[in-house]
């Protein structure tokens, strides 16, 4: 029975997606779960899987045609089909006897626990099926014929990551430390330059834009001494070495985050106006703010308050990997219960986060330096670190929000306590 493909909704707000790239051609053979075409969304470029092996008989939709939600853009011939004949009678336009196979919707309902922790580090000699790599390193890996088993992984815990492959390949690896930066090459003298706004760029104007306009956004902001955390960083690290595993302070920030908000589940929160309801949950579904070339996205890593340190990292690591290869799952986008910005690795000092909707707050953290400060009236130098809390004021209230945030100080301060 020939199975039909329909342009899937890969976020909560697409209504339409282009189909960027096929990575197949009619005629060709597909395995279930394979990645055959690149979908741009409102948001991001995603890949499109299909879920039945056989032959792709017909493509519908060629790249760079929009294509509307649920609207057919290929049809497969599975087993003992006749691939010719399911393209004739797709071109007909008869639906052929197959089920429609979009990609499955993210749940609905309390967020879902997290996925299985990474597998340790596979022993030389051991098979290419457990190799540690990242989904976009494999792909580039199997494209250019090389054979994974040859190449040395710098990712966390010894992970092949894009730039590995590459740079095994002969290509220049592509950076993959700090923020991507949001620049433009540089306009002439007197010269001036329009630019024509990408699906992602308006997407985020109009959700900001509504954010700002809709939500009653209000501010706290508070220091924090970084100076136990760095204490902590540099041992653990040194325990993890052999591991190949370095953890950020980010890493540190975020496990406090997660940590704070199961003691103040006020802030852990999603907004439904039109129900008039708050809903607040139990597992922290944590939206890690990503730059990308001309764009914003906001990967989500679920049952983050479940993670340790080291599966943070990692995690973490292989999620922002991704999302700037805008190679991320629809679950890895959606149903964020908290979102964290940072730019301090930009050097900047403290900043106010526009909140992303359902979302009850967002938390902006600045750059950890050294600063003078007043400690038992004496005048001393410290590492510190500004955070501000935007909350959406219909859902939160000023003194909830002061204390999530002294929760959150205390746990920077004294880390021992998030660890226990």
Known sequence: MSATITMPQLSDTMVEGTVVKWHRKEG?????????????????????????????????????????????????????????????????????AAEQTPSPAAPVGPPAPPAAAAPAPAPAGASSQRIRISPLARRIAAEKGIDPSRIRGTGPGGRIVERDVRSYSGAPPRPSAGPVPATVSA??????????????????????????QLIPHFY?????????????????????????????????????????????????????????????????????????????????????????????RQRTADLVERARAQRLKREEQTEATFTVSTLGAAGVREFSAIINPPEVAILAVGAVEARAV?????????????????????AVDGAAAAEFLVTLKSLLEDPALMLM
């Open 187 to 212: 306009i002439e003298p007197g010269q001036t330059q329009v630019v024509a706004m990408s699906k992602m760029r308006s997407a985020i104007a109009a959700a900001l834009q509504r954010s700002k």
């Open 28 to 96: 060709d053979a597909v395995k279930a779960n394979e990645e055959i075409a690149d979908i741009e969304t409102d948001k991001a470029t995603m890949p499109l899987e299909v879920f039945e092996a056989g032959v792709l008989a017909h493509i519908a939709a060629g790249e760079g045609q929009k294509v509307k939600v649920g609207e057919v853009i290929a049809v497969i011939a599975t087993a003992g089909e006749d691939p010719a004949a399911v393209k004739k009678q797709a071109m007909n336009g008869k639906a052929p």
């Open 374 to 394: 007043v400690r038992d009236g004496q005048v001393v130098a410290r590492t510190m670190m500004t955070v501000t809390l935007s909350a959406d004021h219909r």
């Open 220 to 312: 706290e902001t508070i220091d924090i001494e970084m100076d136990a955390v760095l204490r902590l960083r540099q041992k653990l690290n040194q325990r993890l070495e052999k591991q190949g595993v370095k953890l950020s302070i980010s890493d540190f920030v975020n496990k406090a985050v997660a940590t704070a908000l199961l003691e103040h589940p006020a802030l852990n929160a999603r907004f439904n106006a039109e129900a008039g309801q708050i809903t607040r949950y139990g597992d922290v579904n944590l939206g890690i703010a990503t730059a990308i070339p001309d764009g914003l996205i906001v990967p989500v890593l679920r049952g983050f308050n479940r993670l340790s340190l080291v599966e943070i």
